[in-house]
């Protein structure tokens, strides 16, 4: 049989499979093919009938796992409804915040650190879900079906891994503030906090949030109980003291000039730092977060010595000479 005789063949029994026909005469020249032929022919016909399927279907696609996080199915939709629409805007946002019982997309940045052996520890970049493209993009995708990726915004620590060794040549600012080192809960609610700050790396553009570089403070974690503020009132809570960490560190990086995102002041008076100077901070709720706006790298230090708490920040001296320039 002529090559052109076989193409004309195959197509027919291709169309006559994607329409769902099969008749006595299709049989025929169905047994007379090949078998090659026959799944060759097999094989588009699924294609074709997968191809309807997704132009039918939205999958929302997570980039970074290639996990499938939802599908719509087109013909259950009423895309022009402002309903739907509202409802779409909606799980977007829920998507990227997160609700009671699952986390959202939004992270916020966990800064990197020089841990014991002079090594960079790995933190979390800074992730941002963004609502109002997501939602332009299943809308647009409601005309063709397939899939829509998450538009996720991926923020890394804006530093060079060569620039760490020379970041602890020179203070460039200092704060300390003194405790009783005899109270012994919140000394250890210091200390803590203190080591949790310790060597982290802060670069350019790059956001300090006290709270997810501290973590929580509760016993698991060695926290105890001490006196703390609460509505303008002493009281006993695990992890009173952290606030004295916090509100150093903010004196410390102040003098270095900062963009401050998130700031609060105590409800009451405090004795370790002047009026006006102090940063409170409580985990789940309040929080102390800044941007570095230099284009270059620092190196936070905190440390206790007896009744002492010191907050240093350092770098480079080829970076100090340039920062005296700015300052």
């Known amino acids: 049989m002529g090559k052109f005789r076989w193409k004309g063949l195959f197509f027919v029994v291709v169309i006559l499979f994607v329409l769902g026909g099969c008749s006595k005469e299709t049989e025929k020249v169905v047994k007379n093919m090949k078998p090659h032929r026959v799944a060759a022919a097999v094989e588009i016909n699924n294609r ?36 739907f629409q509202t409802e779409l805007k909606n799980w977007a946002r829920e998507l990227a915040r997160g609700t009671e019982d699952s986390e959202g997309f939004d992270q916020r940045m ?34 063709r079906g397939g899939q829509v990726e998450l538009p996720l915004q991926v923020t890394e620590s804006q530093y060079s891994p060569d620039e760490v060794s020379q970041l602890d040549e020179v203070v460039i600012s200092s704060y300390t503030t003194y405790f009783d080192s005899g109270v012994v809960g ?17 670069g350019p553009g790059d956001i300090f949030s006290y709270n997810e570089i501290v973590g929580p403070r509760d016993e698991a974690s060695g926290y105890q109980k001490a006196m703390e503020i609460v509505n303008k009132e002493l009281v006993e809570g695990i992890g009173g003291g952290v606030c004295q960490t ?16 998130e700031w609060h002041h105590h409800s009451i008076s405090i004795g370790y730092v002047p009026v006006g100077r102090d940063a409170t901070v409580s985990y789940g709720g309040l929080n102390f977060r800044f941007q570095n706006p230099h284009d270059v790298p620092f190196l936070i230090k905190a440390f206790v010595e007896g009744g002492s708490l010191t907050v240093e920040v350092r770098t480079s001296e080829e970076y100090a000479k340039k920062l005296n320039g700015e300052l």
């Open 48 to 83: 074709v009938i997968e191809k309807e399927k997704m132009q039918l279907m939205i999958d929302v696609v997570n980039p970074l796992t290639k996990e499938i996080i939802r599908t719509f199915n087109l013909k259950e939709l009423e895309v022009e409804d402002a309903v």
């Open 246 to 261: 916090s509100s150093t560190l903010f004196n410390a990086v102040d003098a270095i000039g900062v963009e401050y995102i």
């Open 186 to 202: 919140r000394a250890k609610n210091i200390e803590l906090s203190a080591a949790a700050i310790n060597n982290v790396i802060f």
């Open 110 to 143: 966990v800064l990197d650190k020089i841990d014991e052996n002079g090594q960079i520890q790995k933190g979390k970049p800074m992730v941002i879900l963004q609502e109002e493209e997501l939602v332009k993009r299943v809308l647009e995708a409601s005309e």
